[in-house]
């Protein structure tokens, strides 16, 4: 073989595996100024949706779940840079630069709505739209903008981990940077919105820029009978994952004739975020509240095996023995525990949460959940307060449901939108159906 052959065969190696490594990583997005008048732009850059959880490094502190000491999360609510301005035109040139000078900015706290903070005006309306009908168009003249900018820090103990950014709830389109870097577009305005942010960060200080628009062609979507709101307006999340890593997880109890018995099913995703192939195993435990185990075999396991940069679905089932079963009346819940191992055996990741067990089922027109006829006591609920906005504390939303409780309410319907995780949490602990 000749040299230049030589050549020509090492130089197309190196570029078959440089594009292996970037399949499936992220990489910076484009951003057109018409995005928030696209009806075909909803999202750029964002990660898969899933069920969000928080991972830990053995099973022992997933099921201690302090949140105090959390090794792989941390909140981003705070103090941060504000700027508002009537246009996206009068908008700070180039404010996502990391070295932009946000001396003379306002101090926002984040989550807020920035009309509850003395930024333009809040809005009531039922039918009518909040500006003249010209779909997708949105009024160039008034269309308010926040800048937002803040400085965030990455340990060093998060090096070589997948770290993603996730925010709980913008309206009601939004861009953000990282360094500088495009990141993503959100407008999914009461929709969580999740970007890995693993190759714009560096170890110590980062910058974080996002831009907020007040109105988008999803504000014709948005047109309920409530307070129109804009901003960052529920928590900022930053979170690492290892390198293989549940993506996703889905549980189902079924109970069998007798409502006795229940046949536990799981369905999980696992991603390999590395350059190379990787064998590994999950385990699935189910404990009650003293800690101990109702798995005949004390947990479930699976292997797996995961090509490089590619995503592997694996399903577990057992049969758990006449467990406590849940209601509005009897809000019996287990911990269920995840812990993803490679081959030597050591956790990758580990994380609970919690599960009851259930049959709804709906029999000649009546809805019974396990084999009960259920009547529901209902009400309509906004995420609203009168000083915060959609930012509501998570203090009020308890208050809400205990005082539900007392007067025999067991059914919410959420008015029209998606509540917060922590309500859904705080639901199934306090019983009350959604």
């Known amino acids: 073989m000749s040299i230049k052959n030589l050549n020509t065969i090492i130089i197309l190696l190196t570029f078959l595996l440089l594009m292996l490594c970037n399949i499936g990583m992220p990489q910076e997005v484009e951003f057109i100024v018409t995005d928030w008048q696209n009806p075909k732009v909803s999202e750029k850059g964002q990660t898969d949706p899933h069920a969000f959880h928080v991972p830990f490094s053995s099973k022992e502190a997933a099921i201690k779940n302090n949140k105090i000491i959390y090794e792989n999360f941390c909140l981003l609510n705070g103090q941060w840079k504000f700027k508002w301005v009537k246009t996206p035109d009068q908008k700070p040139e180039r404010f996502w630069k990391p070295n932009f000078d946000v001396k003379n900015w306002d101090d926002l706290r984040v989550p807020s709505n920035w009309q509850m903070e003395g930024y333009g005006h809040p809005k009531f309306r039922n039918k009518p739209l909040p500006f003249e009908s010209d779909p997708p168009k949105i009024p160039n003249y008034y269309n308010p903008v926040g800048c937002y900018k803040h400085i965030f820090n990455v340990p060093s103990k998060w090096k070589n981990k997948e770290l993603m950014l996730r925010f709980e709830g913008i309206k009601s389109a939004s861009y953000i940077w990282v360094n500088g ?254």
């Open 181 to 434: 870097k495009r990141v993503g577009y959100n407008q999914g305005g009461f929709e969580p919105a999740e970007f890995n942010i693993t190759p714009f960060i560096k170890i110590g200080k980062n910058d974080l820029s996002v831009q907020v628009l007040r109105f988008s062609d999803g504000s014709y979507l948005e047109n309920q009978d409530m307070w129109h709101l804009s901003g960052i307006y529920s928590d900022v999340k930053l979170y690492a994952f290892p390198k293989t890593y549940i993506h996703d997880f889905y549980v189902v109890t079924d109970l069998d004739e007798k409502y006795e018995d229940a046949l536990l099913k799981a369905e999980i995703d696992i991603i390999n975020a590395n350059s190379f192939g990787i064998k590994g195993f999950v385990e699935i435990d189910v404990v009650d509240e003293t800690g101990y185990s109702i798995i005949n075999d004390d947990y479930l396991a699976k292997s797996f095996e995961i090509e490089p940069l590619q995503t592997k679905k694996i399903q577990l089932s057992t049969l758990v023995e006449n467990p406590k079963k849940w209601s509005a009346e009897y809000p019996n819940l287990y911990t269920l525990v995840f812990d993803s191992k490679d081959e030597s055996g050591k956790t990758l990741e580990a994380f609970t949460h919690r599960l009851g067990f259930r049959e709804v089922e709906l029999v000649d027109n009546i809805l019974k959940i396990n084999e009960v006829p259920v009547k529901f006591n209902g009400v309509n609920s906004h995420m609203h307060h009168p000083v915060h906005g959609q930012a509501v504390p998570l203090e009020t939303l308890r208050e809400d449901l205990l005082l539900m409780k007392r007067f025999n309410i067991n059914c919410v319907r959420t008015s029209h939108y998606p509540p917060t995780s922590e309500y859904l949490y705080m639901a199934d602990e306090l019983g009350i159906y959604i």
